[in-house]
């Protein structure tokens, strides 16, 4: 058994559940194949700024990806977003690295858990 946290915060997820209840059904499905269109290019960008040690870019992206990753509920990824962005908004580049290895691998938990529920998802509305 792992000891890794959930992906998703269990409230969040009901919450978008109640939400696409009672406005959309496609709701959470939208908001998936979003975040699929962004987030990719996005995280991309985030390797290429850290490798050009190029700071307040670097602090501007992963803001983007913390808020993208917050409306999921997402929250070991906002974290390591935070602390990314906190060291690159005061300049420590150099610092960033173990922490980009730790972003890595939570995002590609991220995408895996939002892979799975997006399918879970199109074969309820199907």
Do not use: W
């Amino acid at each position: 058994m792992s000891n890794e946290k959930a992906v998703l915060d269990p409230k969040t997820l009901n919450e978008l559940y109640e939400l696409s209840a009672e406005t959309d059904p496609r709701l959470l499905i939208d908001m998936i194949e979003l975040f699929f269109d962004t987030a990719p290019l996005l995280f991309l960008t985030i390797g290429e700024l850290h490798a050009k040690k190029a700071a307040a870019e670097l602090a501007e992206q992963v803001h983007a990806l913390k808020s993208l990753c917050g409306n999921f509920g997402a929250l070991i990824v906002v974290e390591k977003c935070q602390i990314i962005e906190s060291m690159a908004k005061s300049g420590q580049t150099n610092f960033v690295a173990g922490e980009m290895e730790n972003l890595k691998h939570e995002y590609a938990r991220l995408e895996a858990e939002l892979k799975n529920l997006l399918n879970e998802e199109k074969k309820k509305a199907a």
